[in-house]
């Protein structure tokens, strides 16, 4: 292994699980590089500072991202800590994903304000006021729980849990990503974790990436050793699975990939923003099973991501495996729908 920096900059947004997330990769980096001298550099983001535009409404696939991207550009910072999950499929120009962290549940999870009556939404009256700032989830729950309203919500997860569901009448349940509630140490708040025939999860979500310069090679072969291996692959799939829909904020796509015993196995869907239509497939592939370092480090992107100590063909495999599920859902119809919800939020509400 080539010998790390001796210092780094960390970027990162300024909200309280951002900054749990980015010590929580500088505890793991400090774990295997005793000696490295770690600082962090908090930012504002675009998606931070509106909070009065619905996120399929402002238009931006780098809401989360681009501004400490612009920082890693200027070599203001030398890696960014992303939840992944609001990480664009495509990245700027001469930026690489370089360690996809092991995977916290990547489920969705249901918050219930009056939990002392009500365990599930499915036994919320009818009418009542579900919170969400994510199109994917108001699909799905539409869909699967027609006689609930959706409301949009913004704010960071302390806004959104502390003062506009605990602290207001406007919503009954908001629906976050479980990994974030956990990761806040509100667990105890959870009223019911969402199954993937109920509400599959976002693509990446649950997952930590660390960002970097594809030029700095000492800076990527050191934050490599962040990566776990089963999380890349199948947050890679998800990715190629997206990337070739051309998902984003504004259009409902959701995708599971996990690996068991060898295999890894993915389920990816589409909807129409009412959730009247849906496209859903499923698919595997058998994994080289050899988890062994590479003897030639490979450094080709996939997704976005490079695997210095992953298996090429087990990259590839991944890759293949999103790519073409989106492409079957593709020939069933995927493009139609998915233009559908994109033209809708384009027009101004």
């Known amino acids: 292994m080539a010998d790390?920096?001796?210092h780094l900059v960390i970027g990162t947004r300024k909200s309280t699980l951002a900054m749990i997330q980015t010590h929580y990769v500088e505890a793991a980096l400090k774990e295997t590089f005793p000696t490295l001298n770690l600082t962090i550099d908090k930012r504002t983001t675009k998606g931070d500072e509106v909070q009065n535009?619905?996120?399929n409404k402002i238009g931006d696939k780098s809401l989360f991202t681009k501004e400490l991207e612009l920082a890693?550009?200027?070599e203001e910072v030398d890696i960014v800590?992303?939840?992944?999950?609001?990480?664009?499929?495509?990245?700027p120009p001469n930026m690489i994903i370089g360690a996809i962290l092991k995977r916290e549940d990547p489920k969705d999870a249901v918050i219930i304000k009056d939990k002392t009556k009500y365990a599930h939404l499915s036994e919320l009256p009818e009418g009542s006021v579900i919170g969400t700032s994510s199109v994917r989830r108001a699909a799905q729950i539409r869909a699967n729980f027609p006689h609930l309203t959706i409301k949009d919500i913004r704010g960071n997860l302390n806004t959104r849990v502390e003062k506009k569901l605990e602290g207001t009448q406007d919503y009954d349940a908001i629906i976050l990503a479980f990994a974030g509630i956990a990761r806040m140490g509100?667990?105890?708040?959870?009223?019911?974790v969402l199954d993937d025939?109920?509400?599959?999860?976002?693509?990446?979500?649950?997952?930590?990436?660390?960002?970097?310069?594809v030029q700095d090679l000492a800076i990527l072969k050191t934050i490599q050793t962040l990566t776990d291996r089963n999380t890349a692959l199948a947050c890679i799939a998800e990715r190629a699975f997206m990337c070739k829909l051309e998902g984003g904020c504004s259009a409902p796509v959701a995708a599971h990939a996990q690996v068991q015993e060898g295999v890894l196995s993915m389920k990816g869907g589409v909807w129409s923003l009412d959730g009247s239509d849906a496209l859903v497939a499923v698919s595997t592939v058998t994994l080289s099973g050899n988890s062994d370092p590479p003897t030639v480090q490979n450094e080709s992107q996939y997704a976005g991501f490079v695997g210095l100590n992953?298996?090429?063909?087990?990259?590839?495999?991944?890759?293949?495996l999103g790519l073409n599920l989106a492409l079957k859902l593709i020939?069933?119809?995927?493009?139609?729908?998915?233009?559908a919800a994109k033209l809708a939020n384009a027009t101004p509400s």
């Open 72 to 74: 890693l550009e200027a």
């Open 53 to 55: 535009v619905a996120l």
């Open 81 to 91: 800590v992303h939840s992944l999950k609001d990480l664009p499929t495509t990245l």
């Open 331 to 339: 020939k069933r119809g995927a493009e139609k729908i998915l233009m």
């Open 197 to 213: 025939e109920h509400c599959l999860h976002a693509v990446g979500q649950g997952a930590l990436a660390v960002e970097c310069r």
């Open 310 to 320: 992953l298996h090429e063909a087990d990259l590839q495999s991944a890759h293949d």
């Open 186 to 192: 509100w667990e105890e708040k959870i009223s019911h």
């Open 4 to 6: 790390p920096p001796d």
